[in-house]
């Protein structure tokens, strides 16, 4: 018996060297070093008394996130958003993720691609309901032209064409077509394109762009010119970038600002999805033609959701 004690008390004896070299736990709750905080805006703070939210994130040399993403709400450490972002401010969700309510009930699921929700995607209240959204189509921009004077003229190139958005806007579809003076003209009308998918009004908003789009895609544009303009646009809901294009014969330099920007792009049909609370685009063509003048279509399709 003694024996046997003897043995106990001498592997327990060698053992303590390995035990004390193994690190401590970490003290719970403590947020590791890249964590940022945020506002309830979602606006960066490092004012403790202002902190709504924390992001736990880890990123590469050049600042992208790597693996997966969580936000919480603080001071509670509950989770509020997991999932994989393309890339940050603004945020570009992708991939499958999640939301929770403070309560802990799931308030979201659902997949995305570059930041823009799928087919997939599912939303509920705190109390665990379900919510349903509803879709419709209506113009924000019926069909509008513009005529843009050559580079080397002395009158203005470019044209700026302000959106107004309905309140509800998830996203748009556009058409624009820009072309040299003299080539075909132009025929379609959004309200052909909108009736035609106006009978998909309670599907997934992504796809109803994409259908509206691929709608308002085959209409065409009657005879196609048989000379590719040579123009530059952009897309932006920043009225001092749209300011800067036109003072600066068609640049845009804020970084950021734009949604679709191109170059020797003359026609193009697209479904685009924008930020909640977005109201006003603006779109900037610029002809570059040295000698020719051109003329600018274009048509912008809203498309507005209602959740309850």
Known sequence: ????????????????????????PAAVNLPPADTVYFDRDWERTETLEEVSYARIARH???????????DYFYPSWKKQWEGKMASEAPDKPTGLCCGWHENGQMSFRGTYVNGVQQADFRSWHEDGREIKCTSVLQDALPLSTASLHCSNCMHTSRKVFTVDLPVGTVGIIYKLDVRDEGQPPISWSTALAVAAVASSGGTAAPTLLS???TALTKQGNNAPPTVSTKCHWYITPDERAAQQFLATKGTITRDK???RAAENTPQETRPL????????????VNNDNYTTD??????VTALLQSCQ
């Open 211 to 213: 259908t509206a789009a």
């Open 294 to 299: 051109a003329t600018a279509t274009l048509s």
């Open 273 to 284: 999805a924008l930020p909640a609370g977005t109201r006003r685009l603006y779109v900037c």
């Open 1 to 24: 018996m003694a024996k046997h004690y003897f043995l106990h008390a001498f592997f327990c004896f060698i053992c303590l060297p390995v035990l004390a070299q193994r690190p401590k």
């Open 257 to 259: 600002v734009c949604f």
């Open 60 to 70: 590469d040399a050049a600042g992208k996130t790597v693996g997966t993403v969580r």
